[in-house]
């Protein structure tokens, strides 16, 4: 998981929730036109294209506008800026796609204590990872959370798994020890396009980077 520092909200977004009144109020069921897309595009470039929980490369058609406080129970917040990501699987994919992971999986689930968010700046400290692609608690006393957010949002099924063992292998299969800082530091910041590598996290762990 990597740490996402949100930004300001489209001004589109911004103005079109500004128009509210006695006749008409922004809702999460007429949000959608180019209000809805410029949002998306924002989330989208905010995390470097990459999902906010498992960190695999996302597109605006492969992916979904994700509330981190679930609208259901916190529907004040439903159009709150600061509560929405870009989490994998696209909107479009109903039901989503087997095996379901990531915001789909974790639906209307969220706890205070026990969710690591992709918000807090030291979410990446709670996790550890493996050369097999295996997402793990770090062994300290705030593991329960890392463990419970694993489990609610799939980050360790077998198809992620294999995902980040490739990702790690092609990294390990042709590097050498004089190139593992500049790697590191290339994975913390995006490209030219501002999109980040996918599976960072897992691979700065795996060089050294986040230990």
């Not at 999460?28 to 470039?45: I, P």
């Not at 329960?144 to 092609?170: C, F, S, V």
Request: aromatic share 10%; hydrophobic share 30%; charged share 30%.
């Amino acid at each position: 998981m990597k740490y996402i520092k949100k930004e300001q909200p489209p001004q589109t977004f911004t103005h079109w929730k500004a128009q509210e009144n006695e006749d008409w109020k922004p809702h999460w069921d007429n949000f959608r036109g180019k209000e809805k897309f410029a949002v998306h595009n924002t989330l989208l470039k905010e995390q470097g294209y990459i999902c906010c929980y498992c960190g695999r490369r996302i597109s605006s058609k492969t992916s979904h506008i994700e509330h981190l406080k679930p609208r259901t129970n916190y529907p004040n917040l439903a159009l709150e800026y600061g509560n929405l990501l870009a989490s994998c699987q696209g909107e479009s994919e109903e039901p989503p796609p087997i095996p379901v992971h990531c915001g789909h999986k974790k639906k209307d689930w969220y706890d205070k204590q026990l969710m690591v968010s992709p918000l807090d700046n030291n979410c990446a400290d709670f996790f550890r990872f493996t050369e097999a692609g295996e997402i793990l608690p770090k062994n300290d006393p705030d593991k329960q959370a890392a463990i419970t957010t694993i489990e609610r949002l799939g980050l360790n099924i077998d198809k992620l798994k294999k995902m980040r063992k490739k990702a790690i292998e092609a990294i390990l299969d042709v590097i050498e020890k004089e190139e593992i800082e500049a790697l590191i530091k290339g994975f913390e910041t995006p490209d030219l396009e501002g999109k980040y590598e996918e599976f960072s996290g897992a691979l700065i762990y795996i060089l050294g980077g986040n230990r």
